[in-house]
Structures are given as C-alpha cells and as structure tokens.
C-alpha cells in the first residue's frame, strides 16, 4: 500500500459524458501527478500540482482538467468523453524534498471505460 | 528528457539473479537513472536510481557504466512476485515521468 488512495476504482460511462476522478496523497506529500495508461499510449504523464498550483503539463487534453484543493487532494475532470480515453489513470504523490531523487508512490489507479 | 532502450521482454528462472539492461546513449551529466516497475493490476512502484555510483537496496541493484551510456537492473534471486513490467527513467529537473516501453519479465517457477 502506497498510502495514495484513488476513487472511484472502476467508472462506466457513455461518450460526451463528464467524469470526475479523485486522489488523495501520502500524508505530507505537497506534490500530485496524474498519469494516463491506455493499450496504445502506454503510461503518459498529464499534469503535475504543487501545493496548489499547477506546476507542469504534459499531454493533456483541453477536455480534460484538474485541480489541487487546500487539504491536497486532487481531482482530475474529464469532459465530452470518447471512445479513445478508456484508460487507466493513475495519481502519484511524492514528498516535497530531494528534486530528482524524489521516489513517485502510485495510487492504484482509476479504470475509466467509455461505451 | 533523454530516451531510453530497453528489451521487449526477458524471462527468468525463479531463485536465479536477473540482468536488466538499459541503454541510455544520450543522457546528459545532469541526468538520474530511475527504475519503476509495474506489477500486474497495480500502480507503478519505484525500485531504486542512480547517478554515477552503483547502488544498492533491498529491493535491487543498480550497476552503472562508467560512461553513464547504460545501466543494468540486478534482482539477486527473481521470485514469481517480481513479475513485472521495468521501466527505465531518466529525470532531470522536472519531476514528472517519461515511461518508455519498459522491459516485460516473466519469471518460471
């Protein structure tokens, strides 16, 4: 157990549906990451918050948002869904110390399918 | 950040120590040699990273040439739960992840 909780663990909707998934970090932890995993993309990384705000992007898509809350959960919207974001997502917190020798604890992941 | 290559898979006899190897041409002196690993059904898992020196923990070893040019991931006694896909990283000063293909493992009993 990382200690990284994610919610809901499966989430079942239909196309153009608006989907919200949640994170919660390891006690401490200041920062928060969402990863996409789908078949064909394999694990990429969306976007990062610190403490709040946001502090970098990767291949995110306009539909898709997200937000650190003052208590540092995360949440992670996904708007006008599509076939193609059927995918896992997953969270990762790390502490707020060490630069690159920061070690990424994984929640469990979010199964998001889209019929 | 610099890629890396690494073998599709690998297989291993259980109780025997397992090589992972990973190349990583155009790392920059600056960059961190990260190892995560992915269990069936499970979130990443971080394993262990280097910069120059090789590394030790309980999980694994960490050999690094001294060119920095490639890196080598030893698990001393592969187990059936260390099945997995590993995934070589180098970081820079971002902190996100660049996951590659990574290298599948299958471990026989």
């Known amino acids: 157990d990382s200690g990284v909780t994610q919610t809901p663990k499966h989430l079942i909707t239909a196309t153009g549906q608006r989907v919200t998934l949640r994170c919660s970090p390891r006690?401490?932890?200041?920062?928060v990451y969402w990863y996409q995993q789908s078949l064909d993309q394999g694990l990429q990384f969306l976007i990062q918050y610190y403490n709040g705000e946001e502090r970098a992007k990767g291949n995110i898509l306009e539909r898709f948002s997200a937000q650190q809350f003052p208590d540092l959960h995360s949440e992670l919207n996904l708007s006008s869904l599509e076939l193609g974001d059927s995918a896992l997502y997953f969270c990762?917190?790390?502490?707020?110390?060490?630069?690159?020798?920061?070690?990424?604890?994984f929640g469990p992941g979010t199964r998001l399918t889209v019929l | 950040d610099a890629k890396t290559t690494q073998p599709n898979s690998m297989e291993s006899n259980e109780e025997e120590p397992v090589h992972l190897p990973c190349n990583h041409s155009?790392?920059?002196?600056?960059?961190?040699i990260h190892w995560y690993r992915q269990l069936p059904s499970q979130g990443p898992e971080y394993v262990i990273h280097?910069?120059?020196s090789n590394v030790n923990n309980r999980m694994a070893s960490l050999a690094i040439a001294e060119d920095r040019k490639s890196s080598t991931l030893i698990l001393h006694r592969a187990t059936l739960r260390d099945a997995a896909v590993y995934y070589c990283i180098l970081r820079n000063a971002g902190n996100m992840l660049t996951f590659g293909g990574g290298t599948r493992l299958m471990v026989k009993p």
């Open positions: 006690s401490g932890d200041l920062s």
């Open positions: 155009t790392i920059s002196g600056t960059d961190y």
């Open positions: 280097g910069l120059t």
């Open positions: 990762a917190s790390s502490p707020p110390f060490g630069g690159s020798y920061n070690e990424q604890f």
